[in-house]
């Protein structure tokens, strides 16, 4: 059975700090990360995919990865209150899985101005 | 927007009737994967449709089964439904090969009464 873990949260933090959001998994073969949005009542939105060790920015986020850890993060730099949001990690598979997402459960984020 | 639609945005059914959902993927997105999203919980992958064949299932029963066309777009059916089938159903179009990333269409909320 693959797994994403995230913390399910909710993480708090204040208007204009650093947001720090962490994900595992367990398909040691995986090659593709991405980290989603959701605002509630609403659909996923991509913020970012990730494929090669290291980090990636993106304006005011990065995504972190370490394939030998199984670790994938992504760091909100001056964080807003519209970045209150759902995040999802999402694994692609690799070999029979490789078609599919595999989610974690979510972090819930709750910036506060 | 990421271009993908989704029919209907609602739905209410009664336990053992059946529904039907529909997609329009993404100009120039030819695979199709539809998710399913409990409350509080990742979406969890149902099947893939990639040329008019399912790519690749997820844990779901047979009841649920697809469709999709030479236009791309796909539908989703359910049959015998049951309480624990609402939800909100994702679909998400991508393009077979590279990075395959896949973009969330807004989704249907059923509720089976």
Redesign the interface.
């Known amino acids: 059975q693959k797994e994403?873990e995230q913390n399910s949260g909710p993480l708090s933090v204040p208007e204009g700090a650093i947001a720090s959001l962490n994900c595992t998994y367990s398909d040691r073969g995986s090659q593709?990360f991405?980290w989603?949005r959701q605002y509630s009542g609403?659909?996923?939105?991509?913020i970012m995919?990730i494929?090669s060790n290291g980090d990636k920015e993106d304006g005011r986020f990065t995504a972190q990865l370490n394939k030998a850890s199984q670790y994938v993060s992504l760091l909100i730099r001056d964080s807003q209150p519209s970045d209150s949001a759902t995040y999802?990690c999402?694994v692609?598979g690799s070999g029979?899985?490789s078609?599919?997402?595999?989610?974690?459960?979510?972090t819930k984020l709750s910036v506060i101005p | 927007e990421t271009g993908v639609t989704q029919s209907p945005t609602h739905l209410i059914k009664t336990r053992g009737q059946q529904v039907t959902l529909r997609c329009s993927s993404q100009s120039g997105h030819n695979t199709v994967s539809w998710y399913q999203q409990a409350l509080g919980q990742g979406p969890q992958f149902i099947f893939q449709y990639y040329r008019e064949e399912e790519n690749g299932r997820g844990n779901f029963p047979p009841r649920f089964s697809g469709l999709q066309f030479p236009n791309y777009s796909s539908e989703l059916n359910v049959n015998a439904l049951e309480l624990d089938d609402s939800a909100l159903y994702l679909c998400a179009s991508s393009f077979q090969g590279a990075s395959e990333t896949q973009y969330f269409g807004p989704g249907t909320r059923l509720l089976v009464l």
């Open positions: 994403v593709s991405f989603y609403k659909s996923p939105e991509l995919s494929y999802l999402a692609k029979a899985g078609y599919q997402l595999t989610f974690g459960k979510g």
